[in-house]
């Protein structure tokens, strides 16, 4: 096992204490988001962003990120950077977003800020009116979010902000490369197809080894995602459910089939059954793992997840003609109700702009500098295993288009449950395809008609 003090965690520390020491502005309306390198960047809090050294804001985190050591550093500096403490509302179980509805639709909620791991629950809040409209105070403080966040900026109604973005994801195999090695099998290509994705995972599969070529977990976009890359909506022009075009009964038959036919990854009734967790590619049981790039924050964190093998990344596979990769952006919004809304917006600012770089991830920053110097910090940090040349071409400088990955549109997260739900009982064996197919078209229909009246 490596030690705590390995390189990646200096240079996180490295960082971390360049932000507290440093003399720049985090309003970065006039020169934009700072672009240095890691262990360079330069933070500071503009006399708006200053608060009473006793103010406190609480912020919800799942309890399995409580204990996570970044989220730790993050919050510790910016606090030094403030004077505005961070108080952590752990909000326990899977189903994250269903217990902090609960929370919300009470008027009397001390929450101060939101974490919005997807555009989903953000359409959601903005729907149920449980989030505070930003532009006043971001005016206020000349924060020109347009020229620092870009095309990652989601706004409503035409212009109204919601919330700011931290991160964005791109889709990507990593592998881990002692499994590939011990099975003697080649490192993926650059550009490959999903009939060579899944050539390799059998060969890296090894059941006495109780060994996986492939992972893959239970979120929607597995039940569509070939449906993704070749962006074909989810939606007809009538704003009705496209559920009933082909591509979506052939992807959700493509994800039952890489466990319950080709079995190179738990089936679901497995999967389900000894619940397997979102971070079990880092117990090195799992040759490749089909993920967002915001992986690499659990990769590169030797502290939290600490491992005895390198890992590699690869672009999407594609199958020649659908060729878009997708992902989503992770945002934090204020709480309506927020008592501090001015102290919420600064932590929401200080995420959005460093939450990515300290944590190992990409930035959702307009400026493209910003990002490249993100990725060479990710191959910094992780201890040899990847280039910035191979970061690049998984994520960037490839072949392949960018397409949102959530279905947004009437009834979003309703439909999005529908998928999970129904998908559930083909998976399981209990429903036929058609049959799935036609109930999420009906459903889903059902939910939108309703939402629409």
């Excluded at 619940?275 to 049981?285: E, N, R, T, Y």
């Amino acid at each position: 096992m490596k030690s705590y003090y390995s390189k990646g965690f200096i240079l996180v520390t490295g960082l971390v204490l360049a932000l507290v020491a440093s003399a720049c502005s985090l309003n970065t309306i006039k020169s934009g988001p700072s672009t240095a390198p890691a262990g360079e960047t330069d933070v500071k809090v503009s006399s708006s962003d200053t608060a009473k050294p006793q103010t406190t804001i609480k912020v919800y985190i799942s309890s399995d990120a409580i204990n996570n050591e970044m989220e730790k550093i993050i919050n510790d500096t910016f606090t030094a950077k403030t004077g505005i403490k961070v108080e952590l509302v752990v909000v326990p179980g899977d189903d994250v977003y269903k217990k902090i509805d609960m929370d919300l639709a009470s008027s009397v909620s001390t929450i101060d800020v939101i974490p919005l791991a997807n555009p989903l629950p953000l359409d959601q809040y903005v729907k149920k009116g449980f989030l505070l409209p930003l532009n006043e105070l971001l005016e206020a403080e000349l924060y020109d979010a347009d020229k620092i966040h870009g095309k990652y900026l989601t706004k409503y109604n035409g212009n109204i902000i919601y919330s700011l973005p931290e991160s964005v994801s791109m889709w990507a195999v990593f592998y881990n490369k002692k499994i590939f090695d011990d099975a003697h099998v080649p490192y993926p290509p650059a550009e490959w197809t999903w009939s060579q994705y899944i050539d390799t995972a059998k060969k890296l599969t090894d059941p006495a080894k109780g060994i996986y070529g492939s992972y893959m977990l239970d979120f929607d976009i597995y039940m569509f995602m070939l449906a993704r890359e070749h962006n074909v909506s989810a939606y007809k022009e009538d704003g009705t459910s496209n559920y009933d075009d082909p591509i979506f009964k052939e992807s959700l038959e493509f994800f039952g089939d890489l466990g319950n036919v080709h079995k190179i990854q738990p089936n679901w009734l497995d999967y389900k059954a000894k619940q397997l967790q979102w971070d079990g590619f880092m117990s090195g049981k799992y040759g490749m793992h089909f993920i967002g790039n915001w992986y690499t924050g659990l990769l590169t964190n030797e502290k939290d997840f600490p491992k005895e093998w390198k890992w590699g990344v690869t672009q999407i596979p594609t199958d020649g003609m659908g060729t878009n990769n997708f992902g989503v952006t992770y945002t934090h919004a204020v709480n309506k109700y927020s008592a501090h809304p001015k102290e919420a917006l600064a932590y929401v600012k200080f995420k959005a702009e460093y939450g990515a770089i300290i944590r190992g991830n990409i930035p959702a920053l307009a400026d493209p500098m910003a990002q490249e110097d993100s990725i060479k910090h990710i191959a910094e940090l992780s201890n040899g295993s990847v280039t910035v040349d191979e970061l690049s071409k998984a994520f960037f400088n490839n072949k392949l288009g960018y397409v949102q990955e959530k279905n947004i549109g009437p009834a979003a997260a309703e439909y999005s449950r529908i998928i999970l739900q129904e998908s559930d009982l083909y998976l399981s064996g209990i429903n036929s395809l058609d049959d799935t197919i036609k109930a999420i078209k009906d459903k889903a229909d059902a939910a939108i008609l309703k939402e629409k009246q």
